[in-house]
């Protein structure tokens, strides 16, 4: 559905953009990650042409963003909403009259506006907030009527610029739960910026980290988490753990059911082998549990250690220690 | 002067005049907003991070309207008598007093518009482009509504401002409570016209400003 391939784009003498290459398909939740200053937020605004770029290619249901002028970019931008950090809302007019603005300016009738507006009301759930202003509603409330102005004009495709920066956790989850609500019941594409590694565990299906301008890693979310990159790392702010320099050290990936079952202790208990736990977790992502943990034992125990989770079909490594 | 003289003047001259005060601010108000508002909104919109950036054209209203700003209001309206008489027919009288009162009116306004507009969250009018908003509505639908109550408040002050400029007027023959202050009080020195006549003045500065606040807290 959207293609991006060598993307580049500076101002004056910053490089923003060096040659991004991307691909999104229809129907998926795509996160775009990275810390501030990564170029993720000028990403999402050259896929509706709020941001021009200077090389490469974007183009959107096999249409190059770049060639799109004028009215036609103006209907081009129909096909996509796009919900703010900070909401964007006017402050003088009611939520009805926010939700309705996109409508009024492309010249729906007075009955066509009601009735989408009443059927958006009832997607956000915030039926009896419909005449009030932005200024009695709460952060999360603000959000909801933003996304109902996004959808107000059928798009297939909703751009989200860091959404739940400015939301407490509590009501993150709840704007979450709100656009896969809508991904899944409406079939939107949604693109997500965010820095917020909460966004990506709860919605993303896919992701790409950028780190100056350039993607370090992309790809399916559990893959990503599986792998460790050291991309994700470094977002995460996470240090890595010394390592013990005597034995042997492993890293063990459970995903799904194995999260729940007694994998190490098994492993002491039927084969005697001792272990240190040098590092661990578990994490949803989505719908489905994710744990790595990292153990330290004797040499000499590796073979059963190797044949015993060889057959649980477990992934794992052997981590290099610098030492050996 | 006794009692019934000053009555008399009251009514037969003050009142008059106010009325002509009262003409001349109503006049040079509602003109001078409208083109102040036209000013501001090609301002904002040619500015270099306005929805069309237009330098040129930019930097020559710039200039134009510093350039009215710059004139102290006393020789603005003789400067200009040339066009007064092109456009009113005559350089004195009430009428002819409103054509300078509009032009300087209209580039103070221009200035307050221009920054009430440039206010609104520029957050806001990337939402409106997201959605596919065309330059005009973005500024009848989204900038002006957004701002309505700060411009209300930017035409108060304008208001207050075209007040003492027709007193100002007043001196070279406008007519209104200016020239009876300076005519009957000052050069007569009669100091009970010309206090009546700044009391009378203030009362009315506090009305105009009690109605702004109003409507900028109804609208708001």
């Known amino acids: ?323 050996n | 002067m006794n009692q019934t003289e000053v009555s008399q003047l009251i009514l037969k001259i003050m009142f008059p005049e106010l009325l002509n005060t009262i003409y001349m601010i109503l006049a040079s108000t509602a003109l001078s907003a409208i083109f102040g508002m036209i000013l501001a909104i090609a301002l904002i919109t040619t500015a270099p991070k306005g929805l069309k950036p237009q330098a040129f054209v930019h930097r020559c209203l710039d200039i134009l309207i510093n350039g009215i700003r710059s004139f102290p209001f006393i020789i603005l309206i003789v400067a200009i008598i040339p066009i007064t008489r092109l456009i009113v027919g005559t350089s004195i009288g009430v009428n002819a007093a409103i054509v300078p009162l509009v032009i300087s009116g209209s580039a103070f306004i221009a200035r307050i518009m221009e920054s009430n507009l440039q206010e609104v969250d520029s957050a806001l009018i990337e939402a409106a482009q997201s959605f596919g908003a065309s330059n005009f509505q973005i500024i009848f639908k989204v900038i002006i509504p957004e701002a309505f109550p700060s411009l209300v408040s930017g035409v108060t002050i304008a208001v207050i401002a075209i007040l003492g400029n027709t007193a100002m007027a007043g001196a070279v023959g406008a007519g209104g409570l200016g020239a009876v202050a300076i005519s009957y009080g000052y050069a007569n020195f009669n100091n009970t016209i010309m206090y009546s006549t700044v009391v009378i003045l203030i009362i009315l500065v506090i009305l105009i400003q009690s109605l702004g606040n109003f409507l900028y807290k109804r609208l708001k």
């Open chain 1, 1 to 323: 559905m959207i293609e991006i391939s060598d993307l580049k784009k500076s101002y004056k003498n910053k490089t923003v953009l060096k040659g991004i290459n991307l691909s999104i398909e229809a129907g998926e939740i795509y996160g775009l990650i990275g810390r501030s200053g990564a170029g993720k937020s000028t990403l999402l605004r050259c896929i509706n042409g709020l941001e021009n770029y200077h090389e490469g290619s974007l183009s959107v249901n096999g249409v190059e963003v770049k060639q799109i002028l004028g009215k036609d970019l103006r209907v081009f931008r129909k096909n996509m909403g796009m919900i703010f950090q900070h909401f964007s809302l006017m402050e003088r007019k009611t939520v009805y009259q926010n939700i309705a603005l996109p409508m009024a300016c492309w010249g729906y009738s007075r009955e066509e506006i009601d009735k989408r507006v009443k059927e958006l009301i009832k997607i956000i759930d915030l039926e009896d907030k419909l005449y009030e202003r932005p200024h009695s509603l709460s952060g999360g409330q603000k959000q909801r009527v933003a996304i109902a102005r996004a959808l107000s004009l059928d798009p297939d495709i909703l751009l989200c610029d860091e959404i739940t920066s400015a939301l407490d956790p509590k009501t993150e989850q709840n704007i979450l739960q709100l656009l896969r609500k809508i991904n899944e019941e409406l079939h939107k594409t949604i693109i997500i910026v965010t820095h917020q590694m909460s966004v990506v565990k709860e919605v993303c299906h896919k992701i790409c980290i950028l780190e100056q301008g350039e993607i370090r890693v992309n790809g399916n979310v559990e893959n990503i988490f599986i792998s460790q990159p050291d991309a994700l790392r470094n977002l995460l702010g996470e240090e890595e753990v010394p390592l013990p320099k005597d034995g042997v050290n492993i890293r063990i990936i459970y995903t799904g059911d194995n999260v729940n079952d007694r994998v190490i202790s098994d492993m002491c208990q039927k084969w005697n082998v001792g272990f240190s736990l040098i590092w661990g977790k578990t994490e949803r992502y989505r719908d489905t549990f994710l744990g790595v943990t990292v153990i330290n034992i004797d040499e000499e125990n590796l073979p059963i250690v190797e044949r015993y989770i060889g057959e649980l079909n477990l992934r794992w490594e052997v981590l290099k220690n610098e030492s």
